[in-house]
């Protein structure tokens, strides 16, 4: 099973993706956070295998709460939502090591695919190179 912190201050959406991967039995088991404050704090109890966040986020940006979470999280898969295209994006992806971007709206058996292939791939390093994902 893997965990999945879901960060988005839409929480239609939040709920939405929420209900949507939690109605895979045994894949996922999921929490969320309606800002990069609130997820930093479940980040400490909930120990995700993945981080789903959007970009645009209130008080710090999607890209802040990356870098804070890559100070303590070096391996974590990451993912990125956004709604708007930018020149920069890719590159700061790039830089962060994010795994992937997505473009809203979301086609939610992608992101349910693209989380999968992302854990599994994280958990195959972990175990050649010898780290804690």
């Given at each position: 099973?893997?965990?999945?912190?879901?960060?988005?201050?839409?929480?239609?959406?939040?709920?939405?993706?929420?209900?949507?991967?939690?109605?895979?039995?045994?894949?996922?088991?999921?929490a969320t956070a309606a800002s990069a404050?609130?997820?930093?704090?479940?980040?400490?109890?909930?120990?995700?295998?993945?981080?789903?966040?959007?970009?645009?986020?209130?008080?710090?940006?999607?890209?802040?709460?990356?870098?804070?979470?890559?100070?303590?999280r070096t391996t974590l898969p990451i993912i990125v939502m956004t709604g708007t295209r930018s020149p920069d994006l890719d590159r700061t992806?790039?830089?962060?090591?994010?795994?992937?971007v997505l473009f809203k709206p979301l086609d939610l058996e992608t992101v349910r695919r693209l989380i999968g292939a992302s854990v599994q791939l994280a958990r195959s390093r972990a175990i050649t190179e010898g780290i804690d994902a």
């Open positions: 099973m893997a965990r999945v912190l879901v960060v988005d201050d839409e929480a239609p959406l939040t709920r939405h993706l929420a209900s949507f991967l939690g109605h895979h039995p045994g894949e996922f088991e999921v404050e609130e997820a930093l704090v479940v980040m400490d109890t909930f120990r995700p295998d993945l981080l789903l966040t959007d970009i645009r986020l209130p008080g710090l940006d999607g890209f802040e709460l990356v870098r804070r979470v890559r100070e303590q992806a790039r830089e962060l090591g994010i795994s992937s």
